[in-house]
T-cell receptor, first 117, second 114 residues
Framework: SAVISQKPSRDICQRGTSLTIQCQVDSQVTMMFWYRQQPGQSLTLIATANQGSEATYESGFVIDKFPISRPNLTFSTLTVSNMSPEDSSIYLC??????????????FGAGSRLTVL | GDSVTQMEGPVTLSEEAFLTINCTYT??????LFWYVQYPGEGLQLLLKATKADDKGSNKGFEATYRKETTSFHLEKGSVQVSDSAVYFC?????????????FGQGTTLQVKP
C-alpha cells in the first residue's frame, strides 16, 4: 500500500495563528483526502484534494478556514487558518489504494496532532 | 444519511478473553464495511473489510461478518492479547461516488489487562 508521511506530527499553536500541514505520498495518486479527528471523537472528512483543481469541501467545512493545495500527484497541504481552541484535533491525510483483491481501501498517514491554546 | 453506530467503550478485558465490539449501520445501497484500528500514538490502520453481504473479513485473529439482514458488522476475536489494546473504528463507504469518503463510528477503546 501507499506510504504517507505527514508533518508536523504535532504542534502547539496560539489562538489566531495559522498552521500548514504537509502530506507526502510515495506514489502518484489522483485524489488525496483530509480528515479531522476531534478529541475523543470519530473521524470526519474535511475535503477531497484533486491535482489541478480546487478541493471539494464537505458540509461544514469552508475553503477560507481550511485552504488546501495540491500542486502535484504526490503532495498536498492543509492549512488551518485563524485557529481557535476548537480546532485542536488530529488532522489526517489519506489516499485510496487498491489492495490485492482489487478493492479500494483508504490508507491513512500517522496524523498531525494540533493543540491550540 | 448514512451512519455507523458502535458500542460505547471503554471495553476492559483480561488477556485471553473473548472480544465482541458491536457495530450497526444505516446505509442506502450496498456499502463496503471496514474495521480500522488506532494503536496509542499511531495513525489508523485497516484491520479488515467486507465488500458484500455474508462476506467475512479477517486479519490477526479478528473477524467480522457483513450481515445485511441485521445491518451489522460486529468485530470478534477469540482470545485477546495486551497488544490488542487500541481504539477500534467501524466504518462504511458512503453512498457518494467519492471512494475516499468513509463514514466512521465513534470508536471503541479496548483495554486488555494481563
Amino acid at each position: 500500500s501507499a506510504v504517507i508521511s505527514q508533518k508536523p506530527s504535532r504542534d502547539i499553536c496560539q489562538r489566531g495563528t495559522s498552521l500548514t500541514i504537509q502530506c507526502q505520498v510515495d506514489s502518484q495518486v489522483t485524489m488525496m483526502f483530509w480528515y479531522r479527528q476531534q478529541p475523543g471523537q470519530s473521524l470526519t472528512l474535511i475535503a477531497t484534494a484533486n491535482q489541478g483543481s480546487e478541493a471539494t469541501y464537505e458540509s461544514g467545512f469552508v475553503i477560507d478556514k481550511f485552504p488546501i493545495s495540491r500542486p502535484n500527484l504526490t503532495f498536498s497541504t492543509l492549512t488551518v487558518s485563524n485557529m481557535s481552541p476548537e480546532d485542536s484535533s488530529i488532522y489526517l491525510c489519506s489516499v485510496v489504494w487498491q489492495d490485492k483483491s482489487g478493492a479500494n481501501v483508504l490508507t491513512f498517514g500517522a496524523g498531525s496532532r494540533l493543540t491550540v491554546l | 444519511g448514512d451512519s455507523v453506530t458502535q458500542m460505547e467503550g471503554p471495553v476492559t478485558l483480561s488477556e485471553e478473553a473473548f472480544l465482541t465490539i458491536n457495530c450497526t449501520y444505516t446505509a442506502t445501497g450496498y456499502p463496503s464495511l471496514f474495521w480500522y484500528v488506532q494503536y496509542p500514538g499511531e495513525g489508523l490502520q485497516l484491520l479488515l473489510k467486507a465488500t458484500k453481504a455474508d462476506d467475512k473479513g479477517s486479519n490477526k485473529g479478528f473477524e467480522a461478518t457483513y450481515r445485511k439482514e441485521t445491518t451489522s458488522f460486529h468485530l470478534e476475536k477469540g482470545s485477546v492479547q495486551v497488544s490488542d489494546s487500541a481504539v477500534y473504528f467501524c466504518a462504511l463507504s458512503g453512498e457518494s461516488s467519492n471512494t475516499g469518503k468513509l463514514i466512521f463510528g465513534q470508536g471503541t477503546t479496548l483495554q486488555v489487562k494481563p
